[in-house]
């Protein structure tokens, strides 16, 4: 063990010398313009790569020995050549605009080795917002978002996750660069474990930090050993993961690193048992393997690195580090928010043990009969009648469209924003396992399946029934769920249930993933530039709708774009030169990439509470993996997406009393009206003062209300409604599939 004198002697050393000094950033960028030398030369002489030379012009990085030597000698010789003029030179970075990198990049310090600063109950959320693109000194296209709050985290510095390229740089959230020199799997679960800083403080105070997720790209992938697909082996498609005796999984197991149930996937959660309390677990994302849902994500997949990053960061940052698919993420969210266990006393031994924490899915319970799918083994020799609570797919009878809506010039459709998320606000669910009771006095406070005849409740044809999602009226006694039923009460009418599965206990266990989610939602509304107070004129809302779909969908044809956004009386925007306008489009189409996967979240998150059997050896009968959580529970599914159809009937039939209007066919949460404008305030009823009518589809950018899915003529649509197989036009309105293409 050393001696006090020989560390002192050590530190005096290191006092004294230092080792090489660079000078600033912009000055090392100064010296090499002012020699004449382009980032490209002087990559290629240090033997390093332009978008290295790039980061170390900016600030973000630093060269490491050996190089970091021959920079600063560069550098010197360079400085006595070109002395520093008055007043000094800036330099800009060599980036395009639209490709800007986050305001004021640092460089990553190594991590700590302990723990004395973590913070185990710091349940508060860190969010982030997508940096503008624009230079500062120019206007700015769209209203800027919330306020930004940095990356402080003391256990976790280096904030969330991270996308690896091959050369070693782990792109992190707010433009940080880490070195990564892993060269095999096992090296790089151990960095980001080890030295990253990687990771998220729990999101409760009885939750779990978030594990580090690293997304490999497709060279990072294939340099350390994966196969660049798994379509090409017939085993690897057909399971889409790693067969057991693969030489990655061999070699992982070797290193005492293990995987979970899943396996080695798109998706791989790479463990070690807990030690000494402290979870030992790396969460990696293959982007060639497509980890990331182009139904979610969209291209995200295909951004540049940094640029992922910054898309995945936020996300993380504002609803949870992805786990998964949107769906898996959906999922855990509720679990983080909602963990099934605390620390509590025990009264015998006075020490702390693990016991159910109020409000939230403590245990794995049993579904009734009704409320599972057909394959379940409770289903098995059952023959009384199932839920069928979903979403709507309803076409209207042609006939029953009047001559005054055909000869409508448009048909528009309007969209409910996260309808689900809206109906699971304030949604009394049970908490408990279901108990069976017949005759029961129906209270719309008690949360279970009801069976109940509501086939004597009259309905308008030309509106779809609210008590099934095809519309149809039912014929006899059903299931159904409490939202449903309480609906047909509230519609006027008597309800007798014969027979019920009720919950004991019950609560809003969805409202801390409705508010969270709800937040995320708004704020990246408000960050494309989308007014969310709930005041906002609703003219200028669709016009901000409007610039936000141009923008985002907009190609490199900054002419086509310009002339689109002058016919939308969009001129002020048309106005901008060519770098703030390209830069504008590339921020929209990210700010695009994260309400799609907020949006996706809610939807397959819900859908998830009751994942049927997959694989092609499942047999009916049989349980399967799904069934063990806590979290797989039919009956909270159904619960949400009653609820979201009896409200968009609310909305239908508000419409109707008010103007006389009927829908032309609905679809999940989009709704087609006949229309004489382009916009729904051409059919939508408006109060005295120009506002859409309380109680109808109020347009707006938080949840629950609407705003525009897509426009055709009136006359196609008649078109499709008078097919032998008629054509819904809520799911065509975009004019393609939005079932097949978006998953609704």
Same mark, same amino acid.
């Given at each position: 063990?050393?001696?006090q004198?020989?560390l002192f002697a050590?530190v005096?050393?290191?006092?004294n010398d230092?080792?090489p000094?660079?000078p600033?950033?912009t000055e090392?960028?100064r010296l090499?313009e002012a020699?004449?030398?382009t980032?490209a030369?002087?990559?290629?002489v ?8 790039? $980061? ?6 630093e060269?490491?020995?050996p190089r ?8 010197e ?8 003029p ?16 986050t ?6 310090e190594?991590?700590p080795?302990?723990?004395?600063t ?12 997508i ?9 700015q296209?769209?209203r800027?978002?919330?306020r ?7 256990q976790y ?12 740089t782990a ?6 660069l880490?070195d990564c ?8 679960v ?5 030295e ?11 939750g ?10 497709a060279?990072a992938?294939?340099?350390l050993g994966?196969p ?14 790693l067969?057991d005796?693969?030489?990655i999984?061999?070699a992982?197991? =070797?290193?005492k ?9 798109p ?11 402290r ?6 994302a293959?982007?060639p ?6 139904r979610?994500?969209?291209?995200a997949a ?6 992922l ?9 504002r609803?949870?580090?992805?786990r ?5 993420s ?10 099934p ?12 043990v693990?016991?159910p ?8 319970v049993?579904?009734a009969?009704?409320e ?10 059952w ?9 709507y797919q309803?076409?209207r ?6 001559e005054?809506?055909m000869?409508?010039p ?7 924003n ?8 304030r949604l $009394? ?13 129906f ?13 004597h409740?009259p309905?308008?044809? =030309?509106l ?21 039923v309480a ?15 009720l919950?004991e206990h019950?609560g809003?266990?969805l409202?801390?993933?409705h ?9 990246t509304?408000?960050?494309?530039g989308?007014?969310t107070?709930k ?5 200028a ?5 409007t610039a936000? =779909?141009?923008?985002?969908?907009a190609?490199?044809?900054?002419d ?27 921020r929209?189409h990210?700010?695009?990439?994260v ?11 819900i859908?998830?509470?009751r994942?049927?059997?997959q ?14 959580r ?19 009937h609310?909305k ?5 009393k008010a ?8 679809n999940n949460?989009c709704?087609?009206y ?7 305030l ?6 005295g003062?120009g506002?859409?009518?309380?109680g109808t589809?109020?347009?707006?950018a938080?949840?629950g ?7 055709q003529q009136?006359?196609?649509v ?14 065509h309105?975009k004019g393609?599939?939005s079932s097949?293409?978006?998953?609704k």
């Amino acid at each position: 063990m050393p001696t006090q004198d020989e560390l002192f002697a050590a530190v005096d050393a290191l006092l004294n010398d230092p080792g090489p000094q660079l000078p600033e950033p912009t000055e090392r960028a100064r010296l090499r313009e002012a020699a004449g030398v382009t980032q490209a030369r002087l990559a290629q002489v240090l033997k390093s790569t332009v978008q290295s030379v790039k $980061n170390w012009e900016a600030g973000r990085s630093e060269p490491r020995p050996p190089r970091l030597e021959a920079y600063a000698r560069l550098l010197e010789g360079w400085a006595q050549q070109h002395p520093t003029p008055a007043p000094a030179a800036r330099t800009v970075e060599e980036v395009p605009a639209a490709f800007a990198p986050t305001p004021t990049p640092t460089k990553a310090e190594p991590k700590p080795t302990t723990d004395d600063t973590a913070n185990p109950d710091d349940d508060s959320p860190r969010p982030d917002r997508i940096p503008p693109e624009q230079p500062a000194e120019q206007p700015q296209p769209l209203r800027p978002a919330a306020r930004p709050t940095p990356h402080s985290d003391a256990q976790y510095p280096h904030g969330p996750l991270a996308v690896l390229d091959d050369d070693g740089t782990a792109y992190a959230v707010g433009g940080l660069l880490l070195d990564c020199p892993a060269t095999t799997l096992a090296q790089l679960v151990t960095w980001a474990l080890t030295e990253s800083g990687l990771g998220t403080p729990r999101l409760h105070r009885n939750g779990k930090d978030s594990d580090p997720l690293i997304v490999l790209t497709a060279a990072a992938a294939q340099k350390l050993g994966l196969p660049p697909t798994l379509d090409d082996d017939p085993a690897t498609r057909r399971t889409q993961r790693l067969p057991d005796d693969h030489k990655i999984v061999k070699a992982l197991a =070797r290193s005492k690193w293990q995987l979970t149930r899943r396996g080695f996937g798109p998706w791989a959660r790479i463990y070690k048992p807990v030690k000494d309390g402290r979870r030992q677990c790396v969460q990696l994302a293959v982007l060639p393997w497509r980890a990331l849902d182009t139904r979610a994500w969209g291209d995200a997949a295909h951004l540049p690195a940094p640029d992922l990053a910054r898309v995945l960061g936020v996300y993380a940052q504002r609803v949870i580090t992805p786990r998964g698919s949107s769906a898996t993420s959906g999922l855990e969210l509720m679990t983080a928010l909602r963990p099934p266990t605390r620390a509590v006393r025990d009264e015998q031994s006075g020490g702390w043990v693990s016991g159910p924490n109020p409000g939230a899915l403590t245990e794995v319970v049993q579904a009734a009969p009704p409320e599972v799918p057909p394959e379940h083994p409770a289903a098995q020799g059952w023959t009384g009648g199932f839920l069928d609570e979903e979403s709507y797919q309803w076409i209207r009878p042609v006939e029953t469209l009047s001559e005054a809506e055909m000869i409508e010039p448009f048909a528009v459709g309007i969209d409910i924003n996260t309808a689900y998320l809206a109906a699971a606000a304030r949604l $009394n669910v049970g908490l408990s396992g279901p108990f069976h009771v017949t005759n029961p006095h129906f209270d719309k406070k008690t949360p279970g399946s009801w069976f109940v005849d509501l086939s004597h409740i009259p309905t308008d044809p =030309r509106l779809p029934s609210p008590f099934a999602p095809t519309g149809t009226p039912p014929t006899g006694p059903a299931w159904y769920t409490t939202p449903t039923v309480a609906y047909a009460q509230e519609l006027g009418h008597d309800v007798t249930p014969t027979e019920a599965y009720l919950r004991e206990h019950s609560g809003a266990y969805l409202d801390p993933w409705h508010d969270r989610l709800r937040e995320a939602y708004v704020t990246t509304m408000a960050e494309a530039g989308i007014p969310t107070d709930k005041d906002t004129d609703e003219r200028a809302f669709l016009a901000a709708m409007t610039a936000h =779909r141009l923008l985002k969908n907009a190609g490199t044809d900054l002419d086509a774009l310009r002339a689109a956004l002058a016919a939308e009386g969009l001129g002020h925007l048309a106005a901008m030169g060519d770098d703030q306008l390209a830069s504008a489009t590339w921020r929209h189409h990210q700010i695009a990439m994260v309400l799609s996967a907020v949006k996706s979240t809610v939807k397959f998150g819900i859908g998830k509470l009751r994942e049927r059997p997959q694989g092609l050896t499942y047999k009916p009968g049989e349980p399967w993996p799904a069934l063990e959580r806590e979290t797989w529970r039919p009956d909270i599914r159904a619960a949400v997406i009653a609820k979201a159809r009896v409200n968009m009937h609310r909305k239908m039939a508000n419409v109707a009393k008010a103007n006389g209007r009927y829908p032309l066919g609905v679809n999940n949460d989009c709704v087609v009206y006949a229309s004489p404008t382009t916009d729904p305030l051409g059919f939508l009823p408006l109060t005295g003062s120009g506002k859409v009518l309380p109680g109808t589809f109020r347009l707006g950018a938080t949840p629950g209300l609407a705003k525009v899915e897509g426009i055709q003529q009136m006359l196609t649509v008649v078109d499709w409604l008078e097919r032998d197989q008629p054509i819904n036009p809520a799911r065509h309105i975009k004019g393609y599939d939005s079932s097949t293409i978006e998953g609704k």
